[in-house]
């Protein structure tokens, strides 16, 4: 593997206000205006409010990303619930990862985002049993009809009241070896009360990914980043770079991802400017790479 394959790659969740003002309407435009706006080498698929993408779409989509060595992941519909306690509702929970799936298939990527789910009115001990074998479910469901390199990266909430702890995460991606974390850190930021204010604090959540995962596999992690705002509760919305009085900053984990040699996935999802933070994360993190 190349040194430049080894580094971590940037891109937006979905297309940007920027991308629609300068005249474009389709994703599949999206991969040669980042190389050249931006210089971008990642982009995400929000299915996060559904599903609706033809199968001809998606080729074209892989198609036009292939053209421009731009990676691809997609994020699981955000209504999948693994914890359900009906094996009816869990099924279809599956089933939205599984269609997730081929369609990223069918576009070339491998990297699937899912929020596990909620407990509802179940002990926190019993919805973790149960995401744990309807992940199961998942990865048996991939392989049989033919998706064995789509990796499920199980991610990080802003709320305590759903599953997503960093400890849970840990546990959940250990139940298949292909699983890997999404580490979102303004959710882990919200989720806390705004835990994460300095470079000491994210080498803590870094330190702990490797204890539990090993360092090859912390290496290769998918993580979500954006300044986010918080309450009572946690997460309340994500924000922009430009808007300074929210963290966290990625200035304080870049350094953090070169000196440790990581080489995965960041996509920003800032509210409409997610190229261009994108972007200016990519810089911040060259820089260090560099430094």
């Not at 989509?61 to 955000?78: D, M, Q």
């Not at 209504?79 to 369609?103: D, F, G």
């Not at 009809?145 to 499920?152: A, E, K, M, N």
């Not at 919305?237 to 080489?263: D, M, N, T, V």
């Amino acid at each position: 593997m190349t040194a430049v394959a080894q580094r971590v790659q940037f891109g937006p969740a979905g297309n940007s206000d920027s991308f629609y003002a300068a005249g474009f309407s389709q994703t599949v435009q999206a991969f040669s205006w980042l190389k050249e706006a931006f210089g971008l080498g990642a982009f995400e698929i929000p299915f996060g409010r559904g599903i609706s993408m033809s199968d001809t779409t998606a080729q074209a989509i892989g198609e036009a990303a292939a053209r421009e060595g731009v990676r691809l992941s997609a994020h699981a519909p955000y209504y999948i619930n693994l914890a359900n306690p009906s094996p009816a509702m869990a099924e279809k929970s599956v089933q939205y990862i599984v269609n997730t799936a081929r369609l990223l298939s069918l576009m070339g990527g491998d990297r699937v985002v899912v929020h596990v789910g909620s407990p509802k009115d179940q002990s926190r001990e019993t919805a973790m049993a149960l995401c744990g074998e309807r992940l199961r479910m998942a990865r048996s469901a991939l392989v049989d009809q033919g998706h064995p390199q789509i990796r499920l990266c199980l991610e990080t909430m802003g709320r305590e009241s759903v599953i997503g702890t960093l400890e849970e995460i840990m546990a959940l991606t250990q139940v298949d070896d292909s699983f890997l974390p999404c580490i979102d850190f303004a959710h882990l930021h919200a989720a806390g009360g705004g835990t994460i204010n300095d470079a000491a604090d994210f080498q803590r959540v870094l330190d702990r990914i490797e204890e539990a995962l090993g360092l090859d596999r912390a290496r290769q992690m998918h993580m979500h980043f954006s300044r986010i705002e918080y309450g009572k509760k946690g997460e309340i919305r994500h924000r922009i770079f430009a808007e300074i009085e929210y963290g966290p900053e990625f200035s304080q984990l870049a350094p953090l991802l070169a000196q440790r040699g990581y080489h995965g996935i960041v996509i920003c999802e800032s509210r409409g400017t997610q190229a261009e933070d994108a972007a200016l994360m990519q810089q911040i993190y060259l820089s260090s790479l560099a430094g």
